[in-house]
T-cell receptor, first 110, second 112 residues
Framework: DAKTTQPNSMESNEEEPVHLPCNHS???????IHWYRQLPSQGPEYVIH???SNVNNRMASLAIAEDRKSSTLILHRATLRDAAVYYC???????????FGKGTLLTVNP | DAGITQSPRHKVTETGTPVTLRCHQT?????MYWYRQDPGHGLRLIHY???????DKGEVSDGYSVSRSKTEDFLLTLESATSSQTSVYFC???????????FGSGTRLTVV
């Protein structure tokens, strides 16, 4: 399975933007980039995904580097409820399985 | 989560007894997955299904079996529960594999 690298933890202040980085230097042309988050005592929650172009939805934005070897999840205004572990995952085009790494623990300060 | 439910939510069972966890979806999605989550290991894939009666193993499938006789139900069975299978189990569904996955709320299983 394709691998991703994320910082173990990040900290942010409430109502400020947060940029969560992810490196995936071995990504192949058919791999989708997915982001999920897991709040304490809950199941993972889908945030956003993309292939080549930047994507926006009501939760976040996904910025994908031109060479696709890295991506950034952007939370435009962090709230206390955004405190969670964020996972960046690659899904191979012919192998529809999510393989979770350790993710990034985001702490949001009031 | 809407469209996917897991049952039971909590279960305590004794070593050596069989246990079945159920995942039920109302989304008519093709793909269904079972994960377990343990401290220090994160989420690991146990088994998955890509259609009725079509299943395959994940990275930690030993000691587990699955069945999918209907689109909406995916059952995970521990034939003879062991203490190492104490964990939180999550089910997930996906329509096309590359779209967003939806996870259930989890089943906390304790084997004593």
């Amino acid at each position: 399975d394709a691998k991703t690298t994320q910082p173990n933890s990040m900290e942010s202040n409430e109502e400020e933007p947060v940029h969560l980085p992810c490196n995936h230097s071995t990504i192949s042309g058919t791999d989708y980039i997915h982001w999920y988050r897991q709040l304490p005592s809950q199941g993972p929650e889908y945030v956003i995904h993309g292939l080549t172009s930047n994507v926006n939805n009501r939760m976040a934005s996904l910025a994908i580097a031109e060479d696709r070897k890295s991506s950034t999840l952007i939370l435009h205004r962090a709230t206390l409820r955004d405190a969670a572990v964020y996972y960046c995952i690659l899904i191979e085009g012919s192998n529809y399985k999510l393989t979770f790494g350790k993710g990034t623990l985001l702490t949001v300060n009031p | 989560d809407a469209g996917i439910t897991q049952s039971p939510r909590h279960k305590v069972t004794e070593t050596g007894t069989p246990v079945t966890l159920r995942c039920h979806q109302t989304e008519n999605h093709r793909y269904m997955y079972w994960y377990r989550q343990d401290p220090g290991h994160g989420l690991r894939l146990i088994h998955y299904s890509y259609g009725v009666k079509d299943t395959d193993k994940g990275e930690v499938s030993d000691g587990y079996s699955v069945s999918r006789s209907k689109t909406e139900d995916f059952l995970l069975t521990l034939e003879s529960a062991t203490s190492s299978q104490t964990s939180v189990y999550f089910c997930a569904i996906s329509e096309a594999g590359f779209g967003g996955y939806t996870f259930g709320s989890g089943t906390r299983l304790t084997v004593v």
